[in-house]
């Protein structure tokens, strides 16, 4: 049986319903903030450097997690709440991992998220 | 005048250390060039891939095999350990991060002992924690580990530890303490015992970034002193023995057979086989006990016994070769043929 042009309409506009509230429920679901501070750290294709260099920023009060970037020779860090850490700090903590540290960023709050599913611990 | 007087035997002086220097460079240099493959290592098998379900691993790094030929792989990126049968058909698997008994933050290198306990260097919890082989935790071995509330300073403090190994009495445990640059040795209850090596580059007994250890059935220690790109032997009261790798095992990295760069992982088989992970020249090497070269394989790649920075080596009951291959998420099987 063939469809009238109404119910050919109200199959589109259900259609457009259904994918709008889908939009706003993935747009509400909660996404992983950029990280406060990201670092580059040249050499740390070896397991025991990164996970070495993860070790030394963990063990610090104020960073609550830390995403070794191998691929991209970064190390992300998010901080707790409140918590501040200067570059200084930031520079100390590479040098007691054995590393040289390179430049350091601090991405804008709201911004892109900079961990990538493509890079790897 | 003087300049003139002085030029020729400034030359003749320049000449001679160019002389001694040439000399020192082929006494080094002339005998790794003359090794040759005394073994053939052959491909067998691989499994694995990027992920993180069974089978999956991201960023493996330890293996061991027990009796049984059950595969047991730290699989550190996802805080798991995973065992495998002979052939790498999933089994089951344990850990996940934090620091409560049974979890794991950055599993590394694995010891089985007496083919009932699984010990597992746990590199963010700066302890060694052991395992029943079906997985349920058995023991924390951190009575003066920084875990333990010494802090990685004191003196049985760890920093790291990247791996260890059980001596073959099992009175002692030897713990690769990765930057502490040392071994630090525990009594096999966890009391703080000793350190073996120290600090530094180059000179025999001097370590830079150790990784793992191994024994020999005489007692003596192969320790991965990974970052001065050798392996060093040392007698069970730490003596220093001997250091191989590069030239007169000074800590010099390179690609000719019997050097390496960047040694992460030492295993010694039935027969005292030296195996060693020569992670960034993305092939394995082995040796006789006192560092004899015995035959070299792998490649850079995906293929088929080409690795991506190879981590650990361990021999099953059969005498098979499993070698965990870090970047390629993967373990891979050989055999000897011509042993």
Redesign the interface.
């Known amino acids: 049986m063939n469809e009238t042009p109404t119910l050919r309409m109200e199959t589109i506009m259900t259609r457009l319903a259904t994918a709008t509230l889908f939009l706003v429920l993935l747009a509400a679901l909660p996404q992983e903030p950029p990280p406060d501070i990201v670092v580059e750290v040249n050499g740390l294709?070896?397991?025991?450097c990164a996970?070495?260099i993860?070790?030394k920023f963990?063990e610090r009060p104020e960073v609550d997690s830390v995403f070794v970037a191998l691929q991209e020779n970064t190390v992300h860090l998010w901080l707790n709440s409140g918590e501040e850490l200067s570059d200084e700090e930031v520079r100390r903590t590479v040098d007691r991992?054995?590393f040289t540290p390179g430049e350091i960023r601090r991405p804008e709050p709201g911004g892109a998220p900079e961990r990538s599913d493509a890079s790897?611990? | 005048m003087t300049r003139l007087r002085c030029a020729p035997s400034w030359t003749v002086g320049a000449g001679s250390a160019g002389v001694l220097l040439l000399a020192a460079v082929a006494v080094a240099v002339v005998p790794t060039l003359l090794r040759h493959d005394q073994e053939v290592y052959e491909w067998r098998a691989a499994w694995g891939s990027?992920g993180s379900g069974p089978g999956e691993f991201?960023?493996p790094?330890g293996i061991a095999v027990d009796g049984s030929g059950f595969v047991y792989v730290s699989d550190?990126?996802n805080d798991r350990i995973q065992k495998f049968t002979a052939d790498g058909r999933f089994v089951r698997e344990w850990g996940g991060t934090g620091e409560a008994p049974g979890a794991l933050r950055?599993p590394?290198h694995l010891q089985l002992v007496g083919d009932s306990l699984l010990y597992v260097a746990e590199?963010?919890n700066d302890r060694l924690q052991a395992f029943r082989l079906d997985g349920t935790p058995a023991a924390i071995l951190d009575e003066d580990t920084a875990s333990a509330g010494g802090g990685p300073d004191a003196p049985g403090g760890l920093d790291?530890p990247?791996g260890l190994a059980f001596a073959p009495d099992g009175e002692e445990v030897w713990i690769a303490d990765?930057?502490h640059h040392r071994v630090a040795v525990y009594g096999k209850e966890g009391t703080y015992l000793r350190s073996v090596g120290s600090s530094g580059r180059g000179l025999p007994g001097r370590l830079h970034?150790p990784?793992d250890v191994a024994f020999a059935p005489d007692g003596s220690a192969y320790v991965a002193d990974?970052y001065n790109h050798r392996i060093q032997r040392f007698a069970a009261d730490g003596r220093h023995l001997d250091s191989w790798g590069g030239p007169l095992g000074l800590g010099i990295p390179g690609r000719w057979k019997g050097w390496f760069s960047?040694a992460?992982g030492v295993h010694v088989d039935a027969r005292g086989r030296v195996f060693v992970a020569d992670?960034?020249n993305d092939r394995v090497q082995a040796f006789g006990a006192s560092g004899t070269f015995v035959a070299e394989w792998g490649e850079p790649g995906e293929a088929e016994g080409a690795f991506d920075?190879p981590?650990d080596i361990a021999t099953g009951p059969g005498g098979e070769v499993y070698v965990v291959d870090?970047g390629n998420n993967r373990i891979q099987i050989f055999a000897c043929r011509a042993c």
């Open positions: 294709s070896c397991p025991f996970f070495g993860e070790k963990v991992a054995g790897e611990r | 990027a991201r960023g790094i550190a990126g950055r590394m590199y963010l790291a990247g990765f930057f970034y990784t990974a960047v992460t992670f960034f920075r981590t870090f």
